[in-house]
């Protein structure tokens, strides 16, 4: 590999990472921000869909940024290569990053699948998680008092935790990079 | 459920998820065996972007005919399997000819074989063995990931019930 696609592939792993982490630990402020705060007047909107919608446009950021990690990543090791480490402390990190990158991406998928379903809840549509009976009954709940106070923690709670774990997998990015 | 009624979001995001863990699944694997030097070493960074890029779009494509006709949030486990093990049999089809349609291009334009006739015949063998193999590594893959989606649901479920 050139030195200039080598800065590249380095250059794009480093952006994605950066979207993934700026974005959850916004998206997580934002969600903190609205707790608790009541409508003082018809203007206000005391409802999910602003953060929704933030957060809607975050999973769409995060998961194109996790593709772009993903080969980039791949790209990374390969400049590495032949000399890739098959045992010792290096490797015992690279395992333990990419072991804790699949549980991000499966927490991720939960928390994506947890904001689509509270969209379709508002748009009054099909839903994830709720089951095919429950979606009989359903009818557009644009409503303030529908999405309630759990949803919100969830949300919180679950840009809290993927803020958390990526500044984690970025320490052992930095091990592997310095260490 | 109409295609329409499909989140785009619901199906990027599986189609990511499922393309990214292969990728690292992959990668384990080529740690654990100790192959990772040579393989990645080997492999040209254009051709590697290519490879994921295609494996990233086959994928997608196949999960949003999917999810254009199966809903996952009403659709039982064994419900799921049927269709997944189809369209994940695709999908490692798919990817499969992408692979193919590179290497026979390079092999064509190396002009390292006698004649003609051995490089059809060459090519004819690894399309059938390998369509083959694809069809059946996709449909095994595609059952983990119809297990993987619904335990996500199911996780949906349990912590926002209806």
Known sequence: MSLATELAVRWVHVLAVSLLLGGSALTWLALRQRRGTPARGAGDDPSLAPTLALAGGYEWLFWLAVGLLAVTGVGNLGAMAPAIPTSGPWTTTLVAKLLLLVALLLGSAWRTLLVVRLRAEIAGGATVGAGANAREDRTPRADHAALDARSRSLLRRSYAATTLVLGVLLALAEVLAHG | ?162
Do not use: K, N, Q, Y
């Not at chain 2, 699944?25 to 654990?32: F, K, N, P, Q």
């Not at chain 2, 192959?35 to 196949?62: K, P, S």
């Open chain 2, 1 to 162: 459920m109409a295609e329409s009624d499909t989140d785009p979001l619901l199906v990027a995001t599986l189609a990511t998820l499922h393309t990214v863990l292969l990728v690292v699944v992959g990668v384990l694997g080529l740690l654990a065996t100790g192959a990772a030097g040579d393989l990645l070493g080997g492999l040209d960074t254009l051709v590697g972007v290519l490879l994921f890029g295609a494996l990233w779009g086959v994928v997608a494509l196949t999960h949003r005919r999917l999810f254009g006709r199966v809903d996952l949030a009403g659709t039982s486990l064994v419900g799921l399997l049927r269709p997944a093990v189809v369209h994940g049999a695709l999908t490692g089809w798919l990817f499969f000819l992408v692979l193919f349609l590179l290497v026979a291009a390079a092999f064509a334009t190396s002009g390292g074989f006698a004649s003609l006739g051995d490089l059809l015949t060459s090519l004819s063998i690894v399309l059938g063995a390998g369509s083959v193999l694809s069809l059946l590594v996709g449909a095994a893959v595609g059952v983990v990931g119809a297990v993987v989606d619904r335990a996500l649901v199911r996780a949906v479920g349990l912590a926002l019930p209806a």
